[in-house]
């Protein structure tokens, strides 16, 4: 008797049996990702509304440059022009990080006022509040 194991199995010497069936399975039956979630998901639409939603940012048509026939100079100008783009870019940003703390301090010293007058009218006695 000869024992079979994973060495010596092979699969084209042994019966084999197809217990299929019919198929029930139309063809476009797949689910959408939406459709997966409402059935699969326990909160349904909720579940699906509290996912974030991810949109594409399009920035307008670019040429792509072929950088692999470029030579030394066309490389150094690039490297220039990109250090350009990026120290005008670094002004722009702290002009707007500056305005923003700008509005922040006119906003906090507002607010600091606001309390100082409620504090002021807390800390009054009765019959100086008018009562």
Same mark, same amino acid.
């Given at each position: 008797m000869k024992i079979k194991n994973h060495f010596n199995y092979i699969h084209e010497n042994e019966k084999q049996e197809f217990n299929g069936g019919e198929k029930i399975t139309q063809p476009n039956m797949a689910l959408t990702p939406r459709e997966i979630?409402? /059935?699969y998901?326990? %909160? %349904?639409?909720s579940a699906i509304s509290q996912l974030p939603q991810f949109k594409p940012i399009f920035n307008g048509d670019e040429e792509i440059p072929d950088m692999s026939k470029w030579t030394e100079q066309d490389r150094m100008d690039f490297v220039a022009s990109l250090d350009d783009h990026v120290t005008e870019e670094r002004k722009r940003l702290s002009a707007l990080l500056k305005e923003a703390k700008i509005k922040d301090a006119q906003a906090a010293k507002e607010? /600091?006022?606001k309390f100082r007058k409620f504090i002021d009218s807390e800390n009054k006695l009765p019959d100086e509040k008018g009562e």
């Open positions: 979630m409402k /059935q998901v326990r %909160g %349904g639409d607010l /600091q006022d």
